[in-house]
């Protein structure tokens, strides 16, 4: 293949890591003061996976799990792929969970990805400088960053018309692409063009979450490379010095905003659960993503609209982040503690500042500075 009628490089394993570094350099460098993050959103749902997949590795997911509907069902209804992430993630279960080895495992498909990245930039005729660049601009991308700092390796709505103008402006510029490659002949940029409508099938479903987008970075990388590679070398270290920037800033905010969110859910089951349970409470709670991964490690039950229920004199400790209701169902029941942070910073989840980064059902901004809580949580004593 050719980009701008230069001959494509089959590269070398030695020059695609050479050209990769900056790239691995700069992510190491982004996400290493991470690895100690809680886990958050979809996180335990792979966990939980690979927690089952150690016992039966021949069908990962068939067993039933207590998610957003808050009935327990077959993991394989909620889920239905395949089984590499759950290998994947093995070392986290038999490392005891601990979040740093999942961070890890997320750190080292990062560096294959960058590699990929370059590689496929040679081969579609970038040079070996562009190829880097290519690179750096997938690591800066704000979904891939804040998306490698979970360990999730895997209905789009417009109810606001600059988001309808959003949309309408990017499918121009998509067709402006594969018009462009069909008029020059151009397989390479005609194959890149195709390349950005993998996330395309995500049109139909319910929400738009970032980690879907983030197979066709690698292709706009080296689509904006290659375009620019006509225009003054000024002009280009300029803009790609700006995009850089602006691209890791955000991308350091989302991920910074997120283990703010997590780690509070990962405080409140180590300090709201844990001891009530080593005293022998009996303990539930109603919450969801991360919550319900430290919840249940600190030895609580899922309070769901199915028996069992709670007894009089039980616990429950309450989360309102995710929309979880079944705390409804308990009629009779006293309030012994609230935690709540309204600390003014930075949201990705929040319906009021419009974030929503890992689902646009809260919103179409990756990041937003708000004031009102960041989670809410209360304890309740079954009556």
């Excluded at 194959?191 to 706009?220: D, N, R, T, W």
């Excluded at 990388?221 to 691209?247: D, E, H």
Aim: glycine share 8%; proline share 7%; charged share 15%.
């Amino acid at each position: 293949m050719r980009f701008n009628d230069q001959e494509p490089i089959a590269p070398s394993w030695s020059s695609v890591l050479r050209y990769a570094a900056p790239g691995i350099l700069l992510a190491t460098i982004l996400l290493v003061p991470f690895f100690g993050k809680a886990y958050t959103i979809d996180d335990p749902f792979f966990l939980r996976e690979a927690e089952h997949t150690w016992h039966d590795p021949l069908h990962p997911t068939a067993f039933e799990i207590v998610w957003n509907q808050e009935v327990p069902q077959r993991a394989s209804t909620l889920l239905p792929g395949g089984p590499l992430v759950p290998f994947l993630l093995l070392p986290v279960v038999l490392g005891g969970g601990v979040e740093w080895i999942g961070h890890l495992i997320q750190q080292l498909l990062f560096w294959v990805g960058i590699c990929a990245t370059v590689a496929l930039a040679l081969r579609c005729g970038l040079s070996k400088r562009e190829a880097m660049l290519a690179a750096l601009l997938v690591v800066a991308t704000p979904a891939v960053l804040g998306m490698a700092g979970t360990v999730m390796p895997d209905r789009l709505m417009t109810r606001r018309w600059w988001m309808a103008f959003v949309v309408t402006l990017s499918m121009l510029v998509l067709i402006d692409i594969l018009l462009l490659a069909w008029r020059e002949k151009n397989q390479t940029k005609l194959f890149l063009g195709v390349y950005l409508f993998m996330a395309l099938p995500i049109a139909f479903y319910v929400h738009l979450p970032s980690k879907y987008l983030i197979a066709s970075a690698p292709g706009a990388a080296i689509l904006v490379v290659g375009l620019f590679s006509a225009a003054p070398r000024r002009r280009v270290a300029a803009v790609f010095a700006a995009a850089l920037c602006v691209g890791t800033l955000v991308g350091v905010l989302v991920i910074r905003t997120d283990a703010r969110m997590a780690g509070s859910m990962r405080d409140v089951a180590a300090q709201l659960i844990a001891p009530r349970i080593a005293a022998g409470q009996h303990v539930w709670y109603v919450g969801q993503w991360g919550f319900r991964w430290y919840a249940e490690q600190a030895g609580a039950r899922p309070l769901t609209y199915t028996p069992p229920f709670p007894r009089p004199g039980d616990i429950i400790v309450f989360s309102r982040a995710g929309g979880a209701g079944a705390i409804k169902i308990i009629a009779k029941r006293r309030l012994l503690q609230v935690v709540s942070d309204t600390t003014p910073g930075g949201r990705i989840m929040d319906l009021k500042s419009g974030a929503g980064f890992f689902s646009t059902y809260w919103g179409y901004l990756p990041w937003s500075w708000g004031s009102n809580e960041t989670n809410h949580f209360e304890v309740w004593q079954v009556e």
